[in-house]
């Protein structure tokens, strides 16, 4: 299928992790990304991870990349309630253009 | 830092009118995009554009058409606007430097919130 799946909704308390995943499609996608959307506001790039690689840290942010699988995580350490938001998973389709998947809603917990 | 300016935050309309969405970016990018966002549906692309004047369509075309006369700007316009596309709209741009292949996020503006009555 056509379709990058992600996980509607996802609850944490602050300060434990949080971890979003995503399937993917297309085998053949360079790059994958992770965006956040905070209420009333467009899409911001949080990171990003090239198919050749398995893994990518950045501060709190840990990407895992499984390509057999087509499986992509985004782990937020010590989750805090600014973290709130949607997160969208998105893959590489040539021509530059990218597929997002419907988006996971963070809910932060204090 | 790359800076998508989308014109109207919020905007009502009525249905059959004739509904210009407007977009600048000011990082000389050579790719621009319009989406709509939908709860439970994501980003789906309406239109995008890799050059001045040139066109392509999306996924999700009908009842939209674009222009882009200026390489900075890329507008949607809807024709006859009708209920079913009361939506959040998102313009993006993105670089063309490099390979079809090599790292080109988009850059996304804040959305333009549109309510068809």
């Known amino acids: 299928g056509e379709d990058v799946e992600q996980s509607l909704f996802l609850s944490v308390r602050e300060g434990d992790s949080s971890v979003i995943n995503c399937t993917y499609t297309?085998?053949?996608?360079?790059?994958l990304y992770w965006y956040k959307q905070e209420p009333g506001a467009g899409l911001q790039l949080l990171t990003y991870i090239f198919s050749n690689m398995d893994m990518k840290q950045d501060q709190r942010l840990t990407v895992l990349l499984n390509k057999k699988d087509k499986h992509l995580s985004l782990r937020i350490a010590d989750t805090q309630t600014g973290d709130s938001a949607i997160y969208f998973c998105a893959e590489t389709r040539y021509g530059n253009k990218l597929v997002f998947g419907a988006g996971t809603i963070l809910r932060v917990k204090s | 830092d790359v800076k998508v300016t989308q014109s109207s935050r919020y905007l009502v309309k009525r249905t059959g009118e004739k509904v210009f969405l407007e977009c600048v970016q000011d990082m000389d990018h050579e790719n621009m995009f319009w989406y709509r966002q939908d709860p439970g549906l994501g980003l789906r692309l309406i239109y995008f554009s890799y050059d001045v004047k040139m066109k392509e369509k999306g996924d999700i075309p009908e009842g939209y058409s674009v222009s882009r006369e200026k390489k900075e700007r890329f507008s949607l316009i809807l024709e006859s606007a009708s209920t079913n596309q009361t939506s959040m709209y998102l313009c993006?741009?993105?670089?063309?430097?490099?390979?079809?292949?090599?790292?080109?996020?988009?850059?996304f503006g804040d959305g333009t919130r549109l309510s068809i009555l």
């Open positions: 993006a741009s993105s670089t063309m430097l490099g390979t079809v292949d090599s790292n080109q996020p988009q850059h």
């Open positions: 297309d085998s053949s996608s360079t790059y």
